[in-house]
C-alpha cells in the first residue's frame, strides 16, 4: 500500500491565510523532507528535518517520527505559494525517498 | 552551494528506441544517486538507487536490462531507457546526496515517446 499518505489532496486559500498540510507514514522514517513541485515539474527542496521543528521564511515543518507523522505549516499564504507540495519519507541511508501523492494548494486573492 | 544538473531537460525518441540521460554533482560528492520517474498524473517511483562501492539496487517493476544506471565517479551518473515505450514516458529525477545529508534534485529529463 501507499508508504507515504498527504492530507489534504488539495487546498484553496486566500491571500494571507495559513496553510497546514499533513503527511502519515506506514513505516519508520529517519527523515522527512518537503518539496514544491513547479509547473515544469522539477523539485525545490523547502525543509528537510529528521525529528522536530525546523523554519525557514513563511515555512514551519514538525516532525513526529514516533507517530510516523509531519506537517508543513505556510503562514500568510501569497499567490505564489500556489502549487503542488511532495512530502517524501526517507528510510534508513541513502537517497531513496519514498513521495506521497502531493497536495496541491491554491491561493486566491 | 550544492547543485546538481540533469540533460537533457526535454527529449523525444520513437518507440522501440532508446534514451540515455546523465545527471552530474557539482559542489558536492554523490556519495549515493537515485533515479526516479513521474509517470502522467502519477507521484515518483523510484528505479533504482546507486551506492559507491555498492551494487545498483532496483526497485520492483524495474530492471537492469531496461533501465542500466552508470555511477563511475562521485559527480556523474547515468541512466538509459532502453526499447522505450508508451508507459516510460515521464518525468525522470536524479537525486543525490553526500552521506546521510539531504538529497538533491535535479530539474530532471522530461521523456516523450512518439
Known amino acids: 500500500g501507499q508508504q507515504v499518505q498527504q492530507s489534504p489532496a488539495s487546498l484553496v486559500l486566500q491571500e494571507g491565510e495559513n496553510a497546514e498540510l499533513q503527511c502519515n507514514f506506514s513505516?519508520?522514517?529517519?527523515?522527512l523532507q518537503w518539496f514544491y513541485q513547479r509547473p515544469g515539474g522539477s523539485l525545490v527542496s523547502l525543509l528537510s528535518?529528521?525529528?522536530g521543528t525546523k523554519h525557514t521564511g513563511r515555512l514551519t515543518s514538525t516532525t513526529v517520527t514516533k507517530e510516523r507523522r509531519g506537517s508543513l505549516h505556510i503562514s500568510s499564504s501569497q499567490i505564489t505559494d500556489s502549487g503542488t507540495y511532495l512530502c517524501?519519507?526517507?528510510?534508513?541511508?541513502?537517497?531513496?525517498?519514498?513521495f506521497g501523492k502531493g497536495a496541491k494548494l491554491t491561493v486566491s486573492p | 552551494g550544492a547543485l546538481v544538473y540533469q540533460y537533457p531537460r526535454r527529449t523525444i525518441c520513437k518507440s522501440g528506441t532508446s534514451m540515455r540521460m546523465e545527471c552530474q554533482a557539482v559542489?558536492?560528492?554523490?556519495?549515493?544517486v537515485a533515479w526516479y520517474r513521474q509517470s502522467p498524473q502519477k507521484t515518483f517511483e523510484l528505479i533504482a538507487l546507486?551506492?559507491?562501492?555498492?551494487?545498483?539496487?532496483?526497485e520492483q517493476n524495474f530492471t537492469q536490462e531496461k533501465f542500466p544506471i552508470s555511477h563511475p565517479n562521485l559527480s556523474f551518473s547515468s541512466m538509459t531507457v532502453l526499447n522505450a515505450y508508451l508507459e516510460d514516458r515521464g518525468l525522470y529525477l536524479c537525486?543525490?546526496?553526500?552521506?546521510?545529508?539531504?538529497?538533491?534534485f535535479g530539474k530532471g529529463t522530461r521523456l516523450t515517446v512518439v
Open positions: 517524501a519519507m526517507e528510510q534508513g541511508t541513502g537517497s531513496k525517498l519514498s
Open positions: 513505516s519508520t522514517a529517519t527523515r
Open positions: 528535518n529528521p525529528s
Open positions: 559542489g558536492f560528492q554523490a556519495t549515493s
Open positions: 546507486s551506492t559507491v562501492n555498492s551494487a545498483i539496487k532496483y
Open positions: 537525486g543525490a546526496r553526500t552521506g546521510n545529508t539531504e538529497v538533491f
